[in-house]
């Protein structure tokens, strides 16, 4: 009896297991199905990074490029040669007695590059500029600006020098330096 009753358990267990493994069967299929529904295709996934690779590869290239061309233009545009470097310093020490100024300098040796000419050509054909630059400049010095107090007394007062607007601070430190040096201008 005993037996019997284990038997019909067991039956019972092996049934009501067989029935629960049919329900999880159908579940586990329906889970399936919805997994695979909303879980789009690895194939798709694939191809939208592939072409998302593409575009940041085409975007790094053409950004070389770009770098590539910034680069090219903020190179110097010529190295000066030992030759050149040579007569300009003779240039320079040649005509010391003239005090051309950087500025003068550089506008001789672009006349002279521009008409291909000498240096000392360039300066005989711009010494009429170079005289009025200079006149120009020395005149702009002599005459203050209207309701400006004259710069060209020896000494200021604080209460002057506090008055004065940012281009006459600049001009006052500018001749005090020239007077500091004891040079006119920047000669080079």
Avoid: C
């Amino acid at each position: 009896m005993v037996e019997e009753t284990k038997q019909e358990k067991l039956e019972e267990i092996e049934e009501d297991t067989s029935e629960k493994t049919e329900e999880e069967g159908e579940t586990s299929e329906k889970r399936e199905e919805k997994a695979a529904e909303k879980e789009p295709d690895w194939k798709a996934k694939a191809d939208a990074m592939y072409a998302k690779y593409k575009d940041a590869k085409e975007t790094i290239e053409e950004l070389e490029v770009k770098l590539t061309d910034l680069e090219e233009k903020a190179k110097p545009k010529k190295e000066v040669s030992e030759d050149e470097w040579k007569k300009k310093v003779n240039f320079l020490l040649e005509n010391k007695e003239k005090g051309y100024t950087e500025e003068e300098f550089n506008h001789i040796a672009t006349v002279s590059k521009e008409f291909n000419v000498s240096l000392d050509e360039a300066a005989l054909l711009e010494e009429d500029y170079i005289q009025y630059r200079r006149e120009k400049v020395a005149k702009e010095k002599k005459v203050p600006e209207p309701g400006s107090p004259s710069l060209e007394k020896e000494t200021l007062s604080s209460e002057e020098i506090g008055k004065l607007s940012k281009e006459e601070h600049k001009k006052l430190w500018e001749r005090e330096l020239e007077k500091s040096e004891g040079v006119e201008g920047k000669g080079i």
